[in-house]
């Protein structure tokens, strides 16, 4: 049954969907709509790939898809995130970095308040036994109630660094680029060793925030190679391809952090010659934070007390529907927040803070 609502969710996600012709391109492929909507098809991927986490034993075919992408789910995000950042340097200026330490401590109080709601789902449904020290590790996202504590980890600490990286760079932004880079080199070197030992998924797709970097800085260049003609722009797919399926057979970090990359960058090929603009997945990139963060927590109480297991159909509409209502729930009834930070921005005249749901993945402007 859950096969055939992952094709549902495949048709749905071509609704709409335009195809550029010989030797056509669509030119604002980076602009935020089909952004927007390209993110919306790995919100819904990565509810799939964890749900394979909670009692799926049969060998489906979603489990053969998602299980092969793994951690590609999530790179289209941190390179939109890389990419966008890049872009409001370049058109907002020397006070847009003020705002990504803004965007990280929204984010921060936003995954403590879900944090909260994993300690009630401990205590009440499970009746677990939390310590303060798991709790306070979990704070820090040193250890975890059941959530998805690196990924939030990840997001809000690679803002952070955005911020140290081109808040006293001035003009000089590619100067920010490199001294972005080599935090995030060092970043993966010591999360990987301390901080998450030997967790590969904790740090493999930092890499992809940085390509983002430079995917913005090259564009122009890359643009005019590759939309010149067909012809060029499938021999040069092709060859990132190739790579991508060599690098792929090497199985140590930093290879794993490329083809992760790889990945990115030939999904954004693709979208120069298909493009997205479906209200659907807009609406999962939109409350897509609080769906990551929450849909561990729908899929493992209806696991825990075998909610609907006579019937696979209804069991699975009701984890879908409960995720996205508790995901729209939450981020209507944590809107103040936004609204606070928004206040700060504008009194520190800087004008330029962007609301949670549209900063965690992406700042991308059209190009």
């Not at 055939?4 to 010989?22: A, E, W």
């Not at 930092?206 to 800085?217: D, Q």
Request: hydrophobic share 50%.
């Amino acid at each position: 049954m859950i096969d055939y609502f992952f094709l549902i969710f495949c048709f749905l996600s071509v609704f709409n969907l335009k195809i550029k012709g010989i030797d056509d391109f669509f030119f604002d492929y980076m602009g935020l709509e089909n952004a927007n909507s390209i993110k919306g098809i790995f919100v819904w991927l990565i509810i799939f790939h964890h749900k394979s986490v909670y009692g799926i034993k049969k060998n489906y075919i979603y489990l053969n898809i998602t299980r092969n992408l793994g951690q590609k789910i999530v790179s289209m995000f941190l390179f939109y995130s890389g990419f966008g950042i890049y872009e409001s340097l370049k058109t907002k200026g020397e006070n847009y970095p003020r705002s990504l330490l803004t965007k990280a401590f929204n984010l921060f109080i936003k995954s403590q308040i879900i944090l909260i709601i994993y300690l009630i789902a401990n205590i009440f449904i499970f009746k677990y036994k939390i310590t303060l020290k798991i709790y306070f590790l979990s704070v820090i996202f040193k250890s975890s109630l059941g959530n998805s504590n690196w990924f939030a980890f990840t997001i809000i600490i690679l803002y952070s660094y955005s911020y140290l990286s081109f808040r006293f760079v001035k003009n000089q932004i590619f100067i920010g680029i490199i001294i972005i880079s080599i935090i995030c080199f060092l970043h993966v070197k010591l999360v990987y060793n301390f901080y998450y030992p030997k967790k590969i998924y904790s740090v493999d797709t930092v890499l992809c925030f940085v390509f983002g970097f430079y995917y913005s800085l090259l564009k122009k260049y890359i643009d005019r190679i590759l939309m010149k003609n067909d012809i060029q722009y499938f021999l040069f797919v092709s060859i990132t391809i190739f790579l991508f399926y060599k690098i792929l057979l090497i199985q140590n970090l930093i290879c794993i952090s490329i083809t992760n990359s790889l990945f990115s960058v030939i999904i954004i090929f693709i979208s120069m010659k298909m493009k997205f603009n479906n209200e659907l997945l807009k609406f999962l990139n939109f409350h897509s934070y609080s769906i990551y963060l929450l849909q561990r927590l729908v899929l493992w109480i209806v696991y825990k007390k075998q909610i609907f297991i006579n019937s696979s159909f209804i069991q699975i509409s009701f984890e879908f529907t409960s995720i996205f209502f508790i995901a729209t729930l939450f981020d209507k009834y944590t809107a103040f927040i936004d609204k606070f930070f928004k206040r700060i921005s504008n009194k520190n005249k800087s004008n330029i803070y962007i609301p949670i749901n549209n900063i965690i993945f992406h700042d991308a402007t059209n190009s």
